[in-house]
């Protein structure tokens, strides 16, 4: 294995530990408040999964369901199939699973969720009554996107030689 991969083994090792507490951890608070009251009117932090929890108990199953396929489920699938295509020998589908995770990678949202949540902190910190403060599990679901994208960057899954034409001889 090229030393290309094995960093690329590396970098994927991090990022699955990486996105553990990025899942786990609290990610965002909103807080809303009036101007005349001190306290608070309503004030939530959630972390990724407890954020899909909520979704999926107050009935938004689609939404549940695409943030829990994009951010949790398919970073693991990712990382699954890059073992796979690490301990294959056969050169066919070593290229093919690198395709597929080479595909796959542009609709893992992760990145894009991540995005997200640093959107949802911008527009509350620009509202008045309301304020939005970034917790540990952003930061370590943003380490993880980096890493993991960092990693498929080094993996390198040459195309498999082709079987040579076959030559039509006239006797």
Not at 57 to 73: E, H, Q, R
Request: charged share 15%.
């Amino acid at each position: 294995m090229s030393t290309r991969n094995w960093i690329a083994v590396g970098l994927t090792i991090v990022s699955m530990a990486l996105i553990i507490p990025g899942l786990r951890s609290d990610a965002l608070t909103i807080t809303a408040t009036m101007p005349l009251l001190k306290k608070p009117l309503y004030e939530e932090t959630q972390s990724i999964l407890r954020a899909i929890r909520r979704l999926y108990d107050s009935k938004n199953y689609f939404v549940a369901g695409l943030v829990l396929l994009f951010s949790v489920i398919v970073p693991f699938i990712k990382a699954g199939i890059l073992a796979v295509i690490m301990l294959s020998k056969n050169p066919i589908t070593k290229y093919r699973l690198y395709m597929f995770v080479r595909s796959v990678s542009k609709w893992a949202m992760a990145d894009v969720f991540a995005v997200g949540v640093f959107i949802a902190f911008m527009a509350g910190n620009a509202i008045d009554n309301l304020d939005a403060k970034l917790h540990p599990g952003f930061y370590w679901f943003i380490a993880y996107c980096l890493v993991s994208n960092l990693s498929f960057q080094f993996l390198h899954v040459p195309p498999p030689p082709k079987a040579p034409a076959a030559t039509m001889t006239l006797a």
